[in-house]
T-cell receptor, first 115, second 115 residues
Framework: AQSVSQHNHHVILSEAASLELGCNYS??????LFWYVQYPGQHLQLLLK??????LVKGIKGFEAEFIKSKFSFNLRKPSVQWSDTAEYFC?????????????FGKGTKLSVKP | GAVVSQHPSRVICKSGTSVKIECRSL??????MFWYRQFPKQSLMLMAT?????????EQGVEKDKFLINHASLTLSTLTVTSAHPEDSSFYIC???????????FGQGTRLTVV
């Protein structure tokens, strides 16, 4: 069965530190990949997505992710985090690798940024 | 992105009663809606996919007679938890997508507590 693994449950960083959150998926076919962010008390918001083309994807708020097909990975990065980046981050893949929105999510990584 | 509204945001009900959760797409023709459930410290798990005017497709292990889904229009889908039990207490989230879209938009979720 398809699955998405996020390696870190909770990451604590100081402001201006660099961030990398790991995400690996298990699916051998074509995939669409997503990173969502959930700020405290708010709904899930799309950070960035990969469908095809350039494997380095840039999203909102200075986030980027790199799709490495050989490693089945889609890690999220940000060069310098801010306190306002404190949130929970979810990696997701289309369940059937198709064009619908049904997603398989990782368990999420909680990011705490200390001012 | 689309604006998706869920109601109620929180609900407490007695064991044995039924609860209806609404998911509205305010500015978007939602041909497809997805219902997820999230247990504490767990990932979002897809429960079912519903296409407007059709019966919902349930994921393995999800009881269709317990979680009734209605998607009668392009702007509204409802999830009814019938004869709720404490183990049904969870966070329920809907997302919406439209035909041919590779992206889905999420509601803010409904926290259900069954006492």
């Amino acid at each position: 069965a398809q699955s998405v693994s996020q390696h870190n449950h909770h990451v604590i960083l100081s402001e201006a530190a660099s961030l990398e959150l790991g995400c690996n998926y298990s699916y051998g076919g074509t995939v669409n990949l997503f990173w969502y962010v959930q700020y405290p008390g708010q709904h899930l918001q799309l950070l960035l997505k990969y469908f095809s083309g350039d494997p380095l994807v840039k999203g909102i708020k200075g986030f980027e992710a790199e799709f490495i097909k050989s490693k089945f990975s889609f890690n999220l990065r940000k060069p310098s985090v801010q306190w306002s980046d404190t949130a929970e981050y979810f990696c997701a893949v289309n369940k059937y690798g198709g064009s619908q929105g049904n997603l398989i999510f990782g368990k999420g990584t909680k990011l705490s940024v200390k001012p | 992105g689309a604006v998706v509204s869920q109601h109620p945001s929180r609900v407490i009900c007695k064991s044995g009663t039924s609860v209806k959760i609404e998911c509205r797409s305010l500015d978007f023709q939602a041909t497809t809606m997805f219902w997820y459930r999230q247990f504490p410290k767990q990932s979002l798990m897809l429960m079912a996919t519903s296409n407007e005017g059709s019966k919902a497709t349930y994921e393995q292990g999800v009881e269709k007679d317990k979680f009734l889904i209605n998607h009668a229009s392009l702007t509204l889908s409802t999830l009814t938890v019938t004869s709720a039990h404490p183990e049904d207490s969870s966070f329920y989230i809907c997302s919406v997508s439209t035909a041919g879209s590779l992206e889905a938009f999420f509601g803010q979720g409904t926290r259900l507590t069954v006492v």
